[in-house]
């Protein structure tokens, strides 16, 4: 199983990326996918998940500004990232589970690298 991130980089404050995350080994949807954050000295953090029904869960930092979808042909989930913020500097993570739960790090198997985002204000 891979999961493979991308689509990271620098941007300024109120800008946009889309990150994707492609998956080899296992089926998305199938299973409850997330993006995860960390940054600097700071703890890993939920941002954001579908699960297997392409129901969606956001953390209430980024509500309204980031989009989490789903690509069942490409097997690829992607996240759309919207009036960014310093703030939202970080390594981010996708992940992938069978379990029912969303928000917590450690009820996902299955991890991609990390790609960073720096949003310079």
């Known amino acids: 199983v891979q999961l493979q991130a991308s689509g990271g980089g620098l941007v300024q404050t109120g800008g946009s990326l889309r990150l994707s995350c492609a998956a080899s080994?296992?089926?998305?949807?199938?299973?409850?996918t997330a993006w995860f954050r960390q940054a600097p000295g700071k703890e890993r953090e939920f941002v954001a998940a579908?699960?297997?029904?392409?129901?969606?869960y956001y953390a209430d930092s980024v509500k309204g500004r980031f989009t989490i979808s789903r690509d069942n042909v490409k097997n690829t989930v992607y996240l759309e990232m919207n009036s960014l913020k310093p703030e939202d500097t970080a390594i981010y993570y996708c992940?992938?589970?069978?379990?029912?739960?969303?928000?917590?790090?450690?009820?996902?198997?299955?991890w991609g690298q990390g790609t960073l985002v720096t949003v310079s204000s």
């Open positions: 080994g296992l089926t998305f949807s199938s299973m409850n």
């Open positions: 992940a992938a589970s069978s379990r029912e739960t969303y928000t917590s790090a450690r009820e996902y198997d299955y």
């Open positions: 579908i699960n297997w029904g392409g129901d969606t």
